[in-house]
């Protein structure tokens, strides 16, 4: 006789597991349309963690309930180290984009700055720049080894009583289990000034899907790589729908560090001034 088989062994027992922690609200976009997807395998070997996916923005979320320690900021520091020359062409690439298309820039706040690779480069081309991380041996090195214009300190908006053109925050969200709270806060301060906000993230778009059927956390640039720190996997769809949800304008900006190699790129958020 056939016999049929409604889910694999151990399927039904998984979805038991997940009841209490499949997201009720989609981190990115808040729809309540979120759904497992599969289990993804993080750094620490033989650790899985479910990755859930929005049905409304196709963004994706595999909260690891990681945090920083003296022993992982110390890893950070030792990885900005290794990628400053890199970072120090993508700032200057992209501060050039952003000077091109916003003519009147001139006051820039970064939010997780890490050592202050962009911040120091933002000074030399003559803006007014200024950092925050809360990494406190990557502040304490970049302000001594490159004399950055940088806090080790967090950052809300209650503290941002200077006014400012433009806030950045580069390859930081996906690193937040709840980017919402950081971006709330950075329209809260660019909406008192009239302000722009620059995101970038490593987007997981549709073009990118074949890398939740090989979820690799070992492989640097793919969308699953260090997963455990990398939580929030946004998509290009999720970033507009946060655009139309703070009444905000969005604005592509690409940048390019040479001609075949592709620099920092991301989405400027643009708020009115109140005034
Ligand atoms: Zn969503």
Redesign the pocket.
């Known amino acids: 006789m056939l016999k049929v088989r409604a889910s694999p062994p151990g399927h039904r027992n998984r979805h038991a597991d997940l009841a209490g922690k499949l997201p009720e609200e989609?981190v990115?976009?808040?729809?309540k349309y979120?759904s497992y997807v599969r289990d993804v395998p993080t750094l620490s070997a033989g650790v899985e963690i479910p990755l859930f996916y929005?049905m409304?923005?196709?963004?994706f979320t595999n909260p690891s309930g990681f945090l920083p320690t003296a022993e992982t900021d110390a890893t950070e520091l030792a990885f900005h180290i290794k990628v400053h020359e890199r970072n120090v062409l993508r700032s200057r690439a992209l501060l050039r984009e952003m000077k091109k298309q916003y003519p009147d820039l001139q006051r820039i706040v970064e939010i997780g700055c890490g050592t202050g690779s962009f911040v120091r480069e933002a000074q030399d081309m003559g803006f007014d720049a200024v950092g925050y991380d809360i990494n406190e041996q990557a502040v304490a090195y970049g302000v001594e080894q490159y004399g950055a214009n940088i806090s080790a300190s967090w950052w809300n908006s209650d503290l941002q009583t200077e006014p400012f053109d433009m806030l950045f925050c580069i390859m930081v969200l996906e690193h937040l289990e709840q980017p919402r709270d950081l971006f709330t806060e950075m329209v809260v301060a660019a909406r008192r000034f009239g302000a722009g906000v620059f995101v970038a993230v490593p987007a997981l778009n549709r073009n990118r899907w074949k890398y939740i059927l090989d979820p690799d956390p070992t492989r640097p640039g793919t969308p699953f790589f260090n997963n455990r720190a990398h939580v929030t996997h946004f998509s290009n769809i999720?970033l507009h729908?946060l655009a139309e949800q703070f009444e905000a304008g969005i604005r592509e900006v690409r940048s390019n560090v040479s001609e075949n190699e592709i620099g920092w790129g991301g989405f400027v958020y643009e708020f009115q001034s109140p005034g």
């Open positions: 989609c990115v976009c808040t729809s979120v929005c409304e923005c196709e963004s999720g729908k």
